[in-house]
């Protein structure tokens, strides 16, 4: 039986040119040693993989750090900031549950105010509200680009538009967007920039980008360096803040980061040229069906269409489809709670069109649909 993947907005299939850079470096390890491998690979591990990186978001690789994950990347930025007594954090509608919690912990020892931006009845993003309302008591603006439960776009461009000339730092959560738009933190302005390997980028689990600006890296107060940025007497910590690498740990899953290596450069070999139809068709058919809600309507999505099913619980639909050969994933509201609380979906079905997939899959997967 032939498999069907919508699931790329929970991990992307790696390609076989990934596949096979992860064996062939885990294989001479095995061989040879670990950290003789890691000096072999040492010009694709310390200079290409943050210049391929660098050239993806059109930023510095001195800019660029790895992490284990996007939300690692994210966590470990931002709680090295400090956050000043009573100022306001701006959030938006499609805020990642764990970001939300990060800032609800603030709230509490900081005495944070944190806002939603609020929507409209056609953008996930109400820009007016922005400008009106956007003074020097707001130290921080926290997006994620796309949600986790659904295609949604936020104008992170637009809104950065509005932020640059402003006091307040602007961080984008690009965890489902990162591998299908393009993305220019010039363009965005944004301070931080955290994506995932896995997922629309295929690349391995275990792997996560960070792009952090010269002028937030200036303003971390680090309470950790590790040894490939910081050296001690024994008394006296000295450390080399010149990049965002100062912010890894030196020991990582240096397999993992050779395959996302690959992973990047085919993105980079396709990037805008990224077949938009497989996607187009899927959502167009989804709207015939009279047995499923979509969700999220009135906003541009693009990537990932998420529904309800009328006559069956998210769970039990996508386990069926599953056994027909069709690769869906039951999310629940948890995760993004902003954005679904006025929708009253606490379950739902998501389906996510990577860049691998074509019309033809797209086709067979629409008869499991229909049958179910």
């Known amino acids: 039986m032939s498999i069907v993947h919508l699931n790329t907005a929970g991990a992307g299939l790696m390609s076989t040119a990934t596949l096979n850079a992860i064996q062939r ?7 040879i040693g670990s950290y003789e491998t890691e ?37 470990s930025i931002l709680s090295k900031l400090n956050f000043p007594r009573g100022k306001r954090v701006w ?23 944190v806002e939603v931006i609020p929507t409209t009845a056609t953008s996930p993003l109400d820009l007016d509200w922005v400008q009106r309302n956007l003074d020097e008591d707001v ?25 640059k000339d402003s006091s307040a730092l602007y961080v984008v959560d690009a965890c489902q967007s990162l591998g299908q738009l393009p993305l220019d933190v010039r363009d965005i302005h944004c301070d931080v920039l955290t994506g995932a390997g896995r997922k629309f980028l295929c690349g391995p689990r275990g792997s996560g980008i960070a792009y952090v600006s010269p002028r937030l890296l200036g303003q ?12 001690t007497d024994g008394q006296v910590n000295r450390i080399e803040v010149s990049s965002a690498r100062v912010l890894e740990i030196a020991e990582k899953s240096f397999s993992a980061l050779v395959g996302l290596h690959t992973a ?22 989804l709207r015939r069906l009279p047995q499923v809600q979509l969700l999220c309507e009135p906003f541009e999505q693009t990537g990932t269409v998420s529904f309800v099913p009328r006559n069956s619980s998210a769970k039990v ?45 797209v086709e067979q997967a629409l008869v499991t649909l229909r049958s179910l």
């Not at 639909?317 to 948890?334: D, K, P, Y």
Request: net charge negative; proline share 3%; with cysteine.
């Open 25 to 31: 470096f885990t294989s001479i390890e095995a061989r």
């Open 39 to 75: 000096l072999a690979y040492e010009e694709l591990l310390n200079v290409d993989l943050y210049r391929v990186a660098a050239g993806l978001l059109n930023a510095q690789p001195s800019d660029i750090g790895f992490f284990s994950s996007a939300t690692e990347a994210w966590t």
């Open 91 to 113: 959030v938006s509608a499609s805020e990642y549950a764990a970001n939300l919690i990060f800032f609800n912990y603030l709230k509490l020892s900081r005495d944070l105010r």
């Open 139 to 163: 130290f921080l603006v926290s997006v994620s680009h796309l949600p986790s439960c659904c295609g949604v776009i936020n104008p992170v461009e637009a809104l950065g538009a509005l932020l």
């Open 220 to 231: 971390l107060e680090l309470n950790f360096a590790d040894l490939h940025a910081a050296s």
């Open 264 to 285: 990047m450069r085919e993105y980079a070999e396709v990037g805008a040229a990224v077949n938009t139809e497989p996607y187009a068709l899927l959502v167009q058919e």
């Open 317 to 361: 639909f996508v386990s069926l489809a599953r056994e027909l050969g069709l690769n869906l994933w039951a999310g629940t509201a948890a995760h993004t709670p902003l954005l679904l609380k006025d929708l009253g979906a606490t379950h739902f079905v998501r389906a996510s069109v990577g860049r691998q997939v074509t019309l033809a899959q």
